[in-house]
């Protein structure tokens, strides 16, 4: 054991080393008696700098325990031997368990025919209602259309939604998947200087411009370069005009393959294509809105442009449609709905604000509208009656300017009547002790003893002979004194460790500061490890 000495030490030394510290160094940790510090410190920016860790965290605790030493050398140089550190630092864990079989999950997007064959409402207005709702459908749909599931397969199901529906016209906002149409239209054109124009990926064109990629139509006019009815024309707005015309062409293509089965009238009343895309000319991302109806039903139905392009184009609908998603699980025998997960639909990002600058603008989360913003409040009113501890895992759209349209999600927990998004870095602790000649990650618990608890504690459990003499002073002052073997009062400190450290795992360290009664009371500390079941002292 030891006992807490508190120096000011005086060095006067001449250096001829390289290195000045590393000789202060030497000299500390050479004496019987160094410098002993103990305090506890957060990382802070600048520190993470130092480590050159830009994203502000460690990434695993073994990493931390590598990197940390050698902050603390350079904060504390004159620290030796028995000094400890508790550090706090940020630790990324990764994103909520479970979380990405949801946003990695295939896609079924149902189609007219999946909506005809529902019947009743489904079928005359192509979305599924309250008389006619989807999860009475989508489980036959999926069977219909997935082919060879496995167990545990998941499918997220997208549709289309009315409460009471008296409009038959379709308002649509195209996806990155929808611009696949118009590049499969281009690479099918018996024009050979046409289907040339599909990229190698086979996942962009430039006749109409159409990217899956980034979802949009690409209007740049350079990019046309070598295309011999654009370089005939004279000026960039003949140009750009020829090229706003491919632009409805190919929203033509889309149309036939989105909608094989459209008809000019359902119950009387014309149905119109509210189709609403994305342009890009290099400087400006425009989300222009057409308007066409379908003059021919049939095989190959014909469409006819009524309003648009423009941003200002709306359709005053008289039947409010939502996009709407469900995810589904096969079982090995059905598909049954996943419970527990909630797909954002393009209701509740209206609900959300449909202002610029708001979720509802266009029905995603991004840079500027982060999702843990919005879903605390959106999950309080969607689920007033959720109780402390219920969690839900929450999948939305989500439009990254560097990465184009995804899919995200986190687990949310019901806590303190609010909901709060996983947390992807925590904020944790490791302890760091001074070995003599460096800093290690130590697991020492700190503990000092209980007056007069714990020294009454262990009065009661030392009921043998050579004892007798020495406990009743031990549980009347809550001190040890000095008749007091070293070996008989670390056998009583492990006895105490055996009652207050019940659940400890092997190799755990504890240090224990108590009082001894010798000329006045002075602390002491005596240092343990558990070992093959027992304490052992570590010196």
């Known amino acids: 054991m030891k006992k807490l000495i508190y120096l000011i030490l005086v060095l006067g030394v001449v250096f001829t080393a390289c290195d000045p510290l590393d000789d202060i160094n030497s000299a500390i940790d050479a004496v019987d008696n160094p410098i002993v510090g103990d305090t506890e410190y957060t990382l802070t920016d600048d520190d993470y700098d130092t480590l050159e860790l830009t994203f502000g965290s460690f990434n695993s605790e073994d990493a931390a325990k590598s990197d940390i030493p050698a902050l603390l050398t350079d904060m504390f140089p004159v620290w030796g031997k028995s000094s400890s550190v508790l550090v706090g630092y940020n630790l990324y864990v990764g994103n909520a368990p479970g979380v990405s079989d949801y946003t990695y999950a295939d896609k079924y997007e149902l189609n007219e025919g999946d909506y005809a064959n529902a019947g009743a409402d489904a079928a005359a207005y192509g979305v599924f209602t309250a008389a006619s709702p989807a999860g009475l459908n989508l489980p036959s749909i999926l069977e219909n259309n997935i082919d060879a599931p496995t167990s545990g397969d ?54 109409t411009g ?108 008289s039947t409010v449609t939502e996009d709407r998603g469900d995810y589904y699980s096969y079982t090995g025998s059905k598909w049954e709905k996943v419970s527990g997960v909630y797909f954002i639909g393009s209701g509740d990002f209206d609900s959300m604000g449909e202002a610029s600058g708001q979720p509802g603008r266009y029905n995603n989360f991004g840079s500027s509208t982060p999702p843990g913003d919005y879903l605390p409040t959106f999950l309080n009113i969607k689920y007033p009656y959720a109780l402390e501890g219920n969690e839900m895992i929450v999948v939305y759209d989500y439009y990254s300017s560097s990465s184009g349209a995804q899919i995200r999600g986190d687990l949310y927990t019901k806590a303190a009547n609010a909901w709060s998004g996983y947390k992807s870095t925590i904020s944790t602790t490791l302890q760091f002790g001074h070995d003599g000649t460096t800093w290690v990650p130590d697991n020492t618990i700190k503990y000092t003893l209980i007056r007069n608890a714990d020294y009454e504690y262990m009065a009661s459990q030392l009921t043998g002979a050579e004892y007798s003499g020495l406990t009743g002073n031990l549980a009347n002052y809550g001190d040890f004194d000095y008749n007091w073997s070293t070996s008989q009062i670390e056998y009583a400190l492990s006895l105490l460790l055996d009652h207050i450290a019940t659940n400890t795992t092997e190799g755990q360290k504890y240090s224990l500061t108590y009082v001894i009664y010798d000329n006045g009371e002075n602390d002491y500390i005596s240092n343990f490890i558990r070992q093959d079941g027992s304490w052992v002292v570590n010196e």
């Open 210 to 317: 159409a990217s899956v990629y980034y979802g949009n139509f690409d209007n740049r006019l350079y990019k046309r370069e070598g295309q011999a009815d654009l370089d005939a024309l004279a000026t960039d707005e003949e140009k750009i005009a020829l090229v706003n015309a491919r632009v409805q062409e190919g929203v033509l293509w889309f149309l036939k393959g989105k909608f094989p089965n459209a008809v000019p009238e359902v119950n009387g009343q014309t149905v119109f294509y509210v189709i609403t895309y994305k342009t890009y000319d290099g400087t400006n991302t425009l989300y222009p809105t057409v308007i066409y109806k379908c003059t021919a039903s049939g095989s190959d139905p014909e469409f006819e442009l009524v309003d648009g392009p423009g941003e200002d184009v709306v359709y005053q609908a």
């Open 154 to 207: 998941i499918i997220l199901a997208k549709y289309k939604y009315a409460e009471e529906p008296s409009d038959p016209s379709v308002i649509y906002t195209m996806n990155n998947d929808d611009y696949q149409i118009i590049v499969d239209g281009v690479a099918s054109s018996s024009d050979t200087a046409v289907s040339s124009l599909v990229s190698s990926y086979g996942d962009s064109e430039f006749y």
